[in-house]
């Protein structure tokens, strides 16, 4: 559930009306809601009530400040993937204790900025990174938090460039080498083994999955306490998936079923449960607010063309996603929908946000909203053909506030520099 909805024929993000906030920020803009993001923290939290659980929003989703600040104040923690990610989420006031750092690629400086953190936790992904913490942690005389990311080779059974439990996979450590790793771990200085980490893949709608994974999870901890390790905490990982059209039932993948899951088969294993969510919370909390430019007839097709585009918003193009597209001036009942290709400016046949889509009819000069752009949507964006980065508004009842201005051509253009012999 989320709260953009229709007041007299007019879209509101909570207590805002679209369209004048669209004549305030100019299109195309990123809108979120806080009262969604805030609802969809605590659905999720009480799914978890009576577990000791920790949640640590996977911030690659929407690293944007305000949305942190948002989550901090309900209690979360952060996952983190990279440096920027770290320096953000500390610059957004949440603690090192509240930050795992994830990522198959941590390189020395990270390791060091997050000893200097104090972070809660490294996941390890592989045998070299483990020597690279242990020699980091011993020269600055630390110890480091670790848990080593297990790779269970299950299928997510979602698409293929976000699925990561699979052995082809480049994440994490195989589950049937992870047992001799961690006893390498142990002998190693300056590392304090605490957990295990396992994140199977992202946009899961059919829960079998990570029941298989948690159940290989649950044995695997076995193992480990039987070798005489200490494991404090199972990080569980993201991956959690959300409707993106009104026609797909939830219900089968409401975070109580997630929960119950989590419960059923490591609920009783006397371990701090740590879930990274990032889609789950935010994805249905923002939506990208575009005008349309021209309507164009072509032989084959009718073209809606918009001024957002790919390089605002890939995931139609990267992973065929499936945005709702809606006008902001909502369509009178008997309206004749007609299909439609939804595409931007930008100079390449994929870039389009929908395709062969039923819309009602639209004209030039129309605000549309795309649904469900909340998760990975401002965070993967791109400046392709010198686009500026879109602005991010963060409503609140019937405040806002840009929190993200649409920066400047200068700003632009003057990241560049020409070298002497060209001056
Ligand atoms: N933890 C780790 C280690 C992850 O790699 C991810 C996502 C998450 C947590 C959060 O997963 P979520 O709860 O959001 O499913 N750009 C793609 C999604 C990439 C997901 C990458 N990892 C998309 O737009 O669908």
């Not at 795309?370 to 998760?375: F, K, N, P, R």
Request: hydrophobic share 40%; aromatic share 8%.
């Amino acid at each position: 559930m989320h709260h953009f909805t229709y007041r007299n024929g007019r879209l509101h993000a909570e207590d805002v009306d679209l369209v004048s906030l669209a004549q305030k920020v100019g299109t195309p803009f990123y809108c979120y809601s806080t009262a969604t993001l805030t609802r969809h923290y605590q659905v999720f939290q009480k799914s978890l009530s009576g577990l000791d659980a920790m949640i640590c929003f996977a911030m690659k989703a929407n690293s944007n400040q305000a949305v942190l600040k948002t989550f901090a104040r309900l209690g979360a923690g952060v996952d983190v993937v990279s440096e920027g990610e770290l320096r953000r989420a500390r610059q957004a006031g949440i603690s090192g204790q509240k930050i795992t750092f994830s990522g198959v690629g941590k390189t020395d400086q990270e390791i060091r900025l997050a000893l200097e953190e104090n972070i809660f936790c490294f996941n390890v992904e592989s045998v070299p990174e483990l020597h690279a913490i242990s020699r980091i942690a011993t020269g600055m005389n630390k110890t480091a938090s670790i848990s080593i990311r297990v790779n269970p080779d299950v299928d997510a059974k979602t698409h293929h460039k976000i699925s990561t439990g699979k052995s082809e996979n480049k994440f994490g450590i195989p589950i049937s080498e992870a047992r001799s790793v961690y006893r390498e771990a142990s002998q190693m200085p300056g590392l304090a083994i605490s957990g295990v980490d396992m994140h199977i893949g992202s946009q899961i709608t059919d829960l079998s999955p990570f029941e298989d994974a948690f159940e290989l999870l649950a044995d695997f901890v076995k193992q480990l306490r039987s070798d005489g390790h200490h494991i404090d905490h199972l990080d569980l990982g993201g991956g959690l998936g959300i409707p993106y059209t009104d026609d797909h039932d939830p219900n089968s993948y409401h975070p109580d079923h997630y929960a119950a899951i989590v419960k059923k088969h490591v609920g009783s294993l006397g371990c701090k449960l740590v879930f990274e969510p990032g889609r789950m919370l935010v994805g249905n909390a923002g939506i990208l607010v575009c005008q349309v430019i021209y309507i164009k007839q072509g032989d084959a097709k009718s073209f809606v063309i918009v001024d957002a585009a790919m390089n605002d918003l890939v995931r139609p193009t990267l992973y065929d996603a499936y945005h709702e597209i809606r006008p902001i001036i909502e369509a009178g009942p008997d309206s004749q929908k007609s299909l439609v290709d939804v595409v931007g400016p930008v100079c390449e046949s994929g870039d389009f946000l929908a395709q062969g889509r039923l819309l009602p009819p639209v004209s030039q000069g129309d605000l549309l909203a795309i649904y469900s752009a909340g998760a990975y949507g401002a965070v993967q964006a791109g400046t392709y053909n010198s686009r500026l980065l879109i602005p991010e508004v963060l409503v609140h009842a019937s405040d806002w506030a840009i929190v993200r201005p649409r920066p400047s051509y200068e700003a632009l253009i003057g990241l560049d520099r020409i070298p002497v012999w060209l001056e």
